[in-house]
């Protein structure tokens, strides 16, 4: 049975910052992998899709990688500042269709000024 | 505005009362499910929606049902509702190519249920 582990499950840094978050999974054959971002008392929003076939994906001062064979991605975060405070979410998909998603339980970031 | 809408924001109940948690999208998009997410088991799919009409059991469906009469709306209907099924909760659609996995996700700002 797939397992999605993120790990730290929370982490605080200074405002400035470069940082990675980690997510591991357990079974390498997923179709795609999801970043999400959850602020407190909102809904997740999408951040970056990376799909199996692909080893990065960027997007302003985020980059997320996937080594699909190793079970591991990673969401390199550059220059931190106080707005990304935030949970962090990764999610696998793990057949074709898109319709089972599995979802590690999240890092909470905290980004000091 | 691309948006999915869910109402009420927050709702007490009492055990067996019969409640619904409405879930609409305006981004035309075929794929529809719902989450809960519970601390220290995360997010996990109840139920999901290929197209109008078409419905299937996610890992956590007992308790629940749901119905695609229109593109738009994905209602929860909780018959007779648990102190179990208390939780937040969370509606999602995305495009549905059905060949590649899954597509970017848009959730909706979620539904804190509270049932005594």
């Known amino acids: 049975k797939q397992e999605v582990t993120q790990i730290p499950a929370a982490l605080s840094v200074p405002e400035g910052e470069n940082l990675v978050l980690n997510c591991s999974f357990t079974d390498s054959a997923i179709y795609n992998l999801q970043w999400f971002r959850q602020d407190p008392g909102k809904g997740l929003t999408s951040l970056l899709l990376i799909q199996s076939s692909q080893r990065e994906q960027t997007s302003g001062r985020l980059n997320a990688s996937l080594d699909k064979s190793s079970g591991r991605s990673t969401l390199y975060i550059a220059a931190s500042q106080p707005g990304d405070s935030a949970t962090y979410l990764c999610a696998v998909s793990i057949n074709q269709a898109g319709t089972a998603l599995i979802f590690g339980k999240g890092t909470t970031l905290s980004v000091s000024s | 505005e691309a948006q999915v809408t869910q109402n009420p924001r927050y709702l007490i109940t009492v055990t067996g009362k019969k409640l619904t948690v409405t879930c609409s999208q305006n981004?035309?998009?075929?794929?529809m499910s719902w989450y809960r997410q519970d601390p220290g088991l995360g997010l996990r799919q109840i139920y999901y929606?290929?197209?109008?009409?078409?419905?299937d059991k996610g890992d956590v469906p007992e308790g629940y049902k749901v119905s695609r009469k229109e593109k738009r709306n994905f209602p929860l209907i909780l018959e007779s509702p648990s102190p179990n099924q208390t939780s937040l909760y969370f509606c999602?659609?995305?495009?549905?190519?059905?060949?590649?996995?899954?597509?970017?996700?848009?959730f909706g700002p979620g539904t804190r249920l509270l049932v005594l």
């Open positions: 929606s290929m197209n109008v009409e078409v419905t």
């Open positions: 981004m035309n998009h075929e794929y």
């Open positions: 999602a659609s995305s495009l549905n190519t059905g060949d590649r996995g899954m597509e970017t996700q848009y």
